[in-house]
């Protein structure tokens, strides 16, 4: 499609519209080619500039999407056609929007989801991201989830959020008795992932009224947890109410910011200590730079050791 506000990588993308701003951009996942309800996606998400799509258009939607950008937004807002599975169109696009974006977001619970690596290479730093992985919608039988929870093992970490029940033909629902056990389980499983930290946390005030949150935001709570498995030392990520640009109300989910890491090398006094510390962390920001989360996982994990029996 040869038009200057589409950036098509199923035909390949060799470099941005010199116009495009080289930094503080805002991406919207899973938008640029449909109307919903007579509302064009760049028009009710007009406060993005990058729109990622698939180009799923119907009856002309993509096209509509389009010309509305050329004649409201010239030389201001671009879409994005690519396939979120598709590693190379993947790769071309952190490549060329690398450390540009501030503002990630997605619309709806089904749209294209970003790996955590993806987004530490196009974020900027303390640039944020939301809608991170796919809201499930559906159903896990009750003795299967827990098993899940007294096993403390997730095979299927997308269910993890479905809605529980007994019997989806005789009893869906699961009884006040049930409800309060299983919830006795999530929140336990949550406080202990909390005391273990890591790169994920739970707002403080999320934590202090946990006791009170119905069964499914637990288990939002707890998928959000589990997720940290996923992160890069210089990606955190807070559980959390918040707000998006376009949503009335506040919803319980993870933000993920990448951040500068700390290291705290000041704090190593012994020159031959601080030498090997100083390698270790090249070698973190090596890994980073690489993708290479379990190697960046693990040295971070012996600089933190090392760093905790300083007592720093």
Known sequence: ????????????VERLPEWLPKDGLSLMMGAGDLDQEGILNVEKFSD??????????????LERNIAYLAQHYFHQKVI??????NKQEMLSFTELFQARFRRIDGYGQHTPHMSVIDLERVLCIGGRATNIYEMSEMCMELGEFEKYLKDDYYPHLGLMDGKVYRN????????EEKTVELKTLVLRRIHERV???????????????????????????LKALLHETEFLPNMVGVVQWNKRSWREDSMLELVI??????YKLECFQDEEQK????????????????GYLLGARMKYRRLMRTLKALEV
């Open 1 to 12: 499609m040869d038009n200057e506000h589409v950036l098509n990588f199923h035909e390949g």
């Open 48 to 61: 993005f500039d990058v729109f990622f799509c698939n180009n799923w258009g119907h009856e002309g939607s």
């Open 80 to 85: 994005c056609i690519i396939d979120v599975h």
């Open 168 to 175: 989806p033909g005789t009893q869906f629902s699961l009884g």
């Open 195 to 221: 005391k273990l930290g890591g790169f994920v946390k739970v707002e403080d005030s999320v934590m202090r009224d946990l006791e009170t949150y119905s069964l499914w935001h637990l288990q939002k709570v």
């Open 257 to 262: 910011e990448r951040v500068e890491p700390d």
């Open 275 to 290: 030498g090997k510390m100083s390698a270790l962390v090249d070698a973190i920001k090596a890994d980073i730079r690489a």
